[in-house]
């Protein structure tokens, strides 16, 4: 019999080695938790690393110049990130959405891209691969990652006022090339182009219009984001979260709106319409509005972690699979056999007892 190798999990979040059912599993294309949330939508962290430090996600005073990053030894290659992507694309997952860290500081990222763009869905269809970045490196990779299959970009933005952005992302980023890195996202055809501002009060709530009215009528959908508790270093507290629904009454009083349908099961944003016809907005609203409920994403750290929630505690260590000699079939059967158990529901119990837990933070799994 041949020794299987089980390397042992980075120590940095709790994870076990997945169990492996005894017999093969064949996927049927549908696979639902024990609250019949099916799994459709796959987010790749594919690095921890960020060139920003936005107080939200990775505040300095924790990844400071000291901070220990992942070694590259420990992150999956980009072989190993396809034939995770297969095996759940088999499982019915239809979107991708490659995160970090700032996933453009991967070297060759482009390669994977081109990997995952040649993987079908249950349909056989190509998957919907998009991808979120801060945009400092967009300007210069848009028409290579657009070449090489990716569909979508979606930006993260939290102010126009020069001042105000410098400050949140504590690197001295100028919003001008934020700004250029969507012109020529756009321009290389990964539109629609989605831009995500997380508002906190007493810092940005202020550029809420302003943003608005910055990007009404550009063809662009811009996403407003509750300030969430996710991780335990950004020193979330519930007064810094401009509720939704005071986001879109400060618009609506400048910009009238009307509400939308949503697209599809699952989506997070709430959508709303200019009444003018010039666009529309989305809310995101995991404090005041939880959508545990419809939630059908998984979470993949850069090191071959299963997240089940975007607030867990703890993962399930594919790369000891990916490196351990399992097959497909195995592999496929210990992810239904976590999937079936699945019960996470953090957002509608949040309380001070959930909030006191160790949970990972967003910055290894991505938003």
Not at 332 to 361: C, F, M, P
């Amino acid at each position: 019999m041949t020794e299987r190798i089980i390397p042992i999990a980075d120590a940095r979040y709790d994870a076990g080695i997945p169990s492996v059912p005894a017999r093969a599993y064949a996927p049927a294309g549908v696979l639902s938790d024990v609250r019949g949330r099916a799994v459709r939508d796959l987010r790749i962290s594919v690095t921890d690393r960020c060139n920003f430090r936005c107080s939200y996600c990775m505040p300095r005073t924790v990844f400071g110049k000291d901070y220990r990053f992942l070694p590259h030894t420990s992150l999956l290659r980009f072989e190993e990130i396809t034939r995770l992507v297969r095996i759940f694309a088999a499982h019915g997952v239809e979107k991708v959405r490659l995160t970090g860290g700032e996933p453009l500081l991967r070297r060759n990222l482009e390669s994977l891209i081109e990997m995952l763009s040649a993987v079908r869905t249950v349909r056989d269809t190509p998957l919907e691969l998009t991808l979120t970045t801060n945009a400092s490196l967009l300007a210069r990779k848009a028409r290579a990652l657009k070449a090489a299959g990716l569909q979508r970009v979606t930006v993260s933005l939290d102010a126009l006022d020069d001042a105000i952005f410098r400050e949140m992302n504590s690197v001295d980023f100028p919003v001008a090339d934020v700004l250029a890195g969507i012109d020529a996202a756009a321009a290389a055809g990964l539109a629609p182009i989605k831009i995500n501002m997380v508002v906190k009060r007493g810092v940005n709530d202020g550029e809420i219009v302003t943003m608005a009215r910055r990007f009404r009528g550009s063809g662009h959908v811009l996403r407003f984001i509750e300030y969430m508790d996710v991780g335990a270093s950004n020193g979330w507290r519930l007064d810094d979260v401009v509720p939704s629904a005071e986001v879109v009454r400060r618009i609506h009083e400048w910009f009238p709106l009307e509400p939308l349908a949503g697209g599809y099961f699952g989506e997070v944003a709430k959508r709303w319409r200019y009444a003018d016809g010039s666009g529309e907005i989305g809310v995101i609203s995991s404090v005041t509005q939880p959508f545990c409920a419809s939630c059908t994403r998984a979470r993949l750290s850069t090191e071959g972690k299963l997240f089940t929630c975007l607030f867990a505690t703890a993962g399930h260590d594919l790369r000891a699979l990916l490196r351990g000699d399992y097959s497909d079939d195995q592999i496929s059967g210990a992810l239904a056999h976590l999937w079936e158990r699945r019960d996470d529901r953090y957002s509608e119990i949040r309380s001070d007892a959930t909030r006191g837990l160790r949970r990972v933070e967003m910055s290894y799994i991505g938003g």
